[in-house]
């Protein structure tokens, strides 16, 4: 045998040893991999689109997964199938998780990868498409956004919507998205007391538009008005004819629909040609009855205000007592009825001595729905108070939502106080309710006790909310 060379049974014996660990290495690989499956939009028979990702990956940015016992998790073997996701969003989101970014072209792109996302908790990519979207809001494709929003019950994406929906309420309403929405979405807008129209009649041209395509839609005929009615009907109901002028009651659309919605039973009857005999009593019921239906809503023109703002009800003190860095106060919200978006705080103090120019207060506010666990914060520095009453804001960034039955914890804390004093505050429940009467709040303030006199104290003067 040559000096350098190895007998040929080693060299496959070598062979076989290097061959089984490429082959044991390469099984290792592809149990790690996991192909994701999305139904294939088109034809029933085609097979579902398969994208492979590794499975540490998967783990990583996926809550759902990451928190599915092991033995389920096994169980879905190396082919899983995702529900309710395009293929398209599946992409999105195996780009976003081998790449950290990805990119859309148009809104429909990033609410099909938000809703697949927020289904299989994979929140990175979830906040990318919400912050995309709510930079790109605007009144051609708010409606889309919106109603996503509501079928996801993603809060602050609806908060928004309905912030742009009011302020730009004549552009939306005419917008093709506002025609293709569901009936219960359509209700949420048009029962808004805060849409910035310029007349009642816009929101009825828009529940009519809603209806013709809706009845088109069905394979309907619009001009059958007995068929067309009951589509709009309880939508109508939520259009204040009360707050239109004679001028636009006469309008040839309006005038027929309100009439409709205000005849008898009899009269209805008749002009839908079903010619039988109604007794008197029946008819009376029926009047009455109708008249309550078109008094469901309230019938005072609508007031568009960007953000509501509640007072708490708070007394001068005889001896104002100076506030000193480190104190803390706080209040407790219930939110009775309706849904609400707490946006900021306001704090309300004055000079504590008038001959003295310096005056500062930096204070952070910590605001916690106690049900949902989430939680905002703010924080600010205010000096040169003049000798007058003072009211300064501490918004939050991100409004916190809350809902009925649901308690917020306010507490803000004094970081450093000079020379500034604060009001008395009463000790009471206070009822909060906004023009719409679509909210109610019970506000219990748990104040710092003065040691020097035993009163109640408090520096938060309000708070402002939008629902």
């Given amino acids: 045998m040559k000096e350098g060379y190895l007998p040929v049974t080693r060299l496959k014996m070598l062979s076989r040893f290097f061959s089984g660990y490429r082959n044991k290495n390469s099984t290792r690989k592809k149990d790690k991999e996991i192909s994701l499956l999305a139904p294939n939009i088109g034809d029933d028979g085609e097979p579902p689109i398969a994208i492979k990702v590794s499975r540490e990956l998967l783990l990583e940015h996926s809550a759902t997964f990451r928190e599915m016992p092991r033995a389920e998790l096994k169980k879905l073997g190396s082919r899983i199938p995702l529900k309710d996701v395009t293929p398209l969003a599946l992409r999105k989101i195996v780009e976003y998780m081998q790449k950290s970014s990805t ?112 009845c088109l839609r069905q394979g309907g005929d619009p001009n059958n008005t007995e068929k067309f009615l009951p589509l709009v009907r309880y939508l109508f109901n939520y259009v204040r004819f009360a707050a239109m002028s004679e001028e636009e009651l006469q309008e040839t659309e309006v005038q027929k629909y309100h009439q409709i919605l205000t005849l008898p039973l009899l009269e209805n009857h008749i002009l839908f040609g079903r010619e039988r005999a109604i007794s008197e009593s029946r008819l009376e019921r029926s009047a009455s009855t109708t008249s309550s239906i078109v008094s469901v809503t309230d019938q005072q023109p609508r007031k568009f205000i960007d953000t509501y703002t509640h007072s708490i009800d708070l007394t001068e003190s005889d001896n104002h007592q100076q506030v000193k860095s480190g104190e803390s106060f706080s209040l407790v919200i219930e939110v009775l009825k309706g849904k609400i978006f707490l946006s900021g705080l306001r704090l309300a103090f004055r000079p504590f001595t ?93 104040q710092h006790v003065s040691e020097s006199d035993g009163v109640d104290r408090c520096i938060l003067n309000g708070f402002e909310y939008f629902f």
């Fill in 103 to 214: 990119t859309f072209l148009n809104h429909t792109e990033t609410l099909e990868t938000l809703t697949a996302s927020h289904k299989y908790r994979i929140d990175g990519i979830s906040k990318t498409c919400v912050d995309l979207l709510i930079a790109t809001l605007d009144p051609s494709n708010v409606c889309d956004i919106y109603e996503t929003s509501l079928l996801i019950q993603y809060d602050i994406l609806q908060y928004h919507c309905l912030k742009l929906i009011d302020r730009e309420a004549e552009a939306v309403l005419r917008t093709r998205g506002f025609s293709t929405l569901k009936k219960p979405t359509v209700l949420s807008i048009i029962k808004r007391n805060s849409l910035k129209v310029d007349s009642e009649t816009s929101i009825f041209h828009a529940v009519l538009g809603w209806g013709l395509n809706a």
């Fill in 354 to 446: 008038t001959t003295k120019k310096a005056c500062c207060l930096y204070a952070s506010v910590l605001v916690t729905n106690e049900s949902t666990k989430e939680q905002r914060s703010a924080r600010g520095t205010f000096s040169e108070v003049s000798s007058s009453d003072e009211e300064v804001s501490l918004d939050l960034i991100d409004p916190l939502p809350a809902k009925e039955t649901d308690r917020v914890t306010v507490s803000l804390s004094v970081k450093r106080a000079e020379n500034i004093s604060v009001f008395v505050i009463k000790q009471d429940i206070q009822i909060a309710m906004p023009e719409t009467k679509a909210v109610a709040l019970k506000i219990t303030p748990v």
